[in-house]
């Protein structure tokens, strides 16, 4: 059910001639992707494009961006810093809680508030759930989800759509599996709400203890997502586009479960041989077993392409949060 094609995205925002682009994300926090509109996802992903293609401006100068990893990170965390970096700005931050005054018992709420008398924007990882909106409510400035327990994680699912309109040159009109977690994987549940806003055909694989929660079931009928359950990779590798694989988080579930699902959604070079040609495969990172090393030579592989696609997704967003103006130089 087709809504707004990417390709009309366009450039609606920027003026031709003096190549503004006027923000839409100026002053907002970024901590779901229910809450960011089409338009601005569109904004970010034509930003990010155009920092691919050239040298980025000094978007970020004289301001200080917070960087507090309360769980582990390697991509997320080291990407924004990049891209904080590379726009002119300067970090603060941590990338555990073990030096901070939390283990003397401030809240959460106490140390956002702080921070945010002291940056301009606060980039939060916290293992629970809803952390980064607490932080949020109570931070003066800005705050970026950078994933929040099994919730959510916006600016994984931002580069994901920046990838697939990079690898299939549209976003509209694609089938794509979303593979391994779903239950608990924040990217995949960041991925699945993004899929509301687009002609989505999805492909739901894992096992009956692993299935994508009901709430975000419900928003994808509700706005027409074609989407159906699948248990093994065989059925659905000749239908896609997009193959979204997922770490399987052993932990979470109980061994038979684990067993089964690890026979199920072990990606091989054999399970390709019945692949569309277009097939990309992709993966947020980090890969456990899921996808066997010899798929990394196929030309389906596109999972590390996408992990350095989070620098110039992450620098339009910051650029576009910090900035009312963006000026980009043509
Ligand atoms: N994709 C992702 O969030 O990776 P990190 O946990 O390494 O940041």
Do not use: W
């Not at 700005?89 to 555990?96: K, L, N, P, R, W």
């Not at 089938?175 to 899929?195: E, M, N, P």
């Not at 687009?198 to 975000?216: E, Y």
């Amino acid at each position: 059910m087709a809504r707004v094609h990417t390709e009309a995205c366009s450039l609606s925002t920027i003026n031709q001639n003096d190549s503004i682009m006027k923000s839409l994300l100026y002053g907002h926090d970024v901590l779901s992707m229910k809450e960011l509109s089409l338009a601005q996802i569109q904004q970010v992903l034509e930003l990010a494009a155009t920092f691919k293609s050239e040298d980025v401006p000094a978007l970020l100068k004289n301001k200080i961006i917070a960087h507090c990893f309360f769980e582990p990170s390697t991509r997320t965390r080291l990407s924004f810093e990049t891209a904080t970096l590379r726009l002119g700005g300067q970090v603060i931050g941590f990338s555990s809680d073990e030096s901070l005054s939390i283990k003397k018992g401030e809240t959460l709420q106490d140390t956002i508030q702080v921070l945010s008398h002291y940056a301009d924007l606060i980039i939060v990882r916290h293992p629970k759930e809803g952390a980064a909106r607490l932080a949020a409510e109570t931070s003066a400035k800005p705050v970026i989800n950078a994933g929040d327990g099994a919730n959510q994680h916006p600016t994984q699912a931002l580069l994901d759509l920046f990838t697939i309109q990079e690898c299939q040159n549209k976003i509209d009109g694609l089938a794509i599996a979303l593979v391994g977690d779903l239950k608990y994987g924040r990217t995949i549940h960041s991925f699945a709400q993004a899929c509301t806003l687009f002609d989505i055909r999805l492909f739901l694989v894992s096992p009956d203890s692993l299935t994508l929660p009901d709430f975000i079931c419900d928003e994808l009928k509700r706005n027409g997502v074609r989407f159906s359950f699948h248990q093994s990779l065989e059925e659905v590798v000749p239908k896609v586009d997009i193959l979204y694989m997922t770490r399987i988080q052993q932990e979470r579930f109980n061994d038979a479960d684990y067993q089964l699902i690890k026979k199920r959604c072990i990606l091989t070079p054999d399970l390709l041989a019945t692949a569309k040609p277009n097939l990309k495969i992709l993966h947020p990172l980090p890969r456990v077993n899921e996808i066997d090393a010899e798929v990394d030579k196929t030309p389906h592989a596109y999972y590390f392409q996408q992990a350095a696609n989070g620098v110039y997704v992450r620098e339009a967003l910051l650029a576009l949060m910090l900035n009312e103006n963006v000026q980009v130089l043509t």
